[in-house]
Nanobody
Framework: QVQLVESGGGLVQAGDSLRLSCAASGRTFSRYGMGWFRQAPGKEREFVAA????????YYKDSVKGRFTISRDNAKSTVYLQMNSLKPEDTAVYYCAASASPNGSGRYSAYDYWGQGTQVTVSS
């Protein structure tokens, strides 16, 4: 089992930045590919970013490329999502997820463990 706890969400204005954190506990964090997903009201959960087990590969949703950066610190069992130049359309609950696939994935079905989510609201 892997337990994931997100933090860092909040209410910001368009153009602002936020950094989300996801602290993991349980099985060896460094063995897992990690991802961030988000879900806006009335919409399906969608992929945002993923990172491989040692951080050598990263993947992003097209609409966040150049604005969001995923990173991880295996010594702290934590994955981060730095979000810059936030837009109102980034408003959603953001979820951290862990995948037994060490290279990470953009597929929802590839993830085995999920956090409870953290709300990000961007006002215009």
């Amino acid at each position: 089992q892997v337990q994931l706890v997100e933090s860092g969400g909040g209410l910001v204005q368009a153009g602002d930045s936020l950094r989300l954190s996801c602290a993991a506990s349980g099985r060896t964090f460094s063995r897992y590919g990690m991802g961030w997903f988000r879900q806006a009201p009335g919409k399906e959960r969608e992929f945002v970013a993923a990172i491989s087990w040692i951080g050598h590969s990263t993947y992003y949703k097209d609409s966040v490329k150049g604005r969001f950066t995923i990173s991880r610190d295996n010594a702290k069992s934590t994955v981060y999502l730095q979000m810059n130049s936030l837009k109102p359309e980034d408003t959603a609950v953001y979820y951290c997820a862990a995948s037994a696939s060490p290279n990470g994935s953009g597929r929802y079905s590839a993830y085995d463990y999920w956090g409870q989510g953290t709300q990000v609201t961007v006002s215009s």
